[in-house]
């Protein structure tokens, strides 16, 4: 699977022309593409690790990937099903909600530069900055004026998050109205799922132009060469989950971590444990374990 088959092209956007049930480069069908995100877990788990042990390195990566889309395009699926494929001592999971009273105090990005992964780890953005120049443009959270300042203002963060060693990789994930209609009623129907519906996902439905205009300007406009926008066809979930596996995967090819070299002698280091005395000897051995008869 190519990347650069979901790669946003640079210039003006119309979601409606980009399809959301496509499978780009995978002709195969579900259970092929839930195989194929399986194997992609022991690579996944190698690079993730490699990256990982750069922490104790003078100059530590890290990886920032950022999942936008529409209420049920499975933000939360990802990362149960792609993330879950690696070990979870290595990632930065953070989701955003509305902003707090706190977080309205200080400027849109405080929140989000306070939840940056740290060295060697990978971190995940269910959400974003990008809700402040989406929800924010579409309810009239924000004066335009200030909406158009922060187009630029995420332009130059990102900049600097590649500058200083953090690769970002944008997914949208990309729903069409009809299917979140019918993950709206398997919540209704299914108890179990209950808890993730509230009536305002009805009434969000009816903005559904107003967010598609939003969403078509933020990403003409955030689309950067360091940071570029790829739009995953999130209709089919299992499609969706194997793209951004394939995504972040590329994205750690590209920097192909590798393990820091010993800070030590390891010959000495082995010679010290090969001729070490006994560190917990058995102060008084039972000559006799079954005991002897009297």
């Not at 990978?122 to 443009?137: K, N, P, Q």
């Not at 069409?176 to 398997?186: F, G, K, W």
């Amino acid at each position: 699977m190519s990347a650069s088959l979901l790669r946003l092209p640079t210039g003006p956007v119309d979601l409606r022309g980009l399809p959301t049930d496509a499978t780009p480069d995978f002709a195969h069908g579900k259970t092929a593409g839930k195989v194929a995100l399986a194997e992609l877990g022991p690579r996944l788990g190698e690079l993730q690790e490699r990256l990982f042990s750069e922490h104790t390195t003078e100059h530590p990566r890290s990886v920032l990937l950022v999942l936008q889309g529409m209420d049920t395009s499975g933000k939360g699926g990802v990362l149960r099903h792609t993330l879950g494929l690696v070990d979870p001592q290595g990632l930065r999971i953070t989701s955003f909600k509305a902003p707090t009273a706190q977080e309205r105090e200080h400027d849109f990005l405080w929140r989000i530069r306070r939840a940056l992964p740290g060295p060697g780890l990978i971190g995940v953005f269910d959400r974003s900055h990008y809700e402040d120049v989406l929800a924010a443009r579409v309810r009239g959270l924000a004066p335009l004026e200030e909406i158009e300042r922060r187009y630029a203002a995420i332009n130059d963060f990102e900049a600097e998050l590649l500058a200083a060693g953090t690769t970002v990789v944008k997914c949208m994930l990309h729903i069409s109205a009809d299917t979140q209609r019918e993950r709206l009623l398997e919540r209704l129907d299914r108890p179990d799922k209950h808890w993730k519906f509230t009536p305002g996902d009805i009434d969000d439905r009816q903005l559904w132009p107003a967010y598609r205009a939003a969403y078509e300007t933020a990403l003409e406009r955030t689309n950067t060469e360091v940071a570029p926008w790829h739009v995953v066809p999130s209709d089919r979930k299992w499609y969706r989950n194997l793209a951004v596996g394939r995504l972040l995967l590329d994205a750690l090819e590209g920097l192909a971590p590798t393990w820091p070299p010993a800070r030590y002698d390891v010959a000495e280091q082995r010679r010290r444990l090969l001729h070490e005395a006994d560190p917990d000897p058995d102060p008084d051995p039972d000559p006799d374990p079954e005991g002897s008869a009297a």
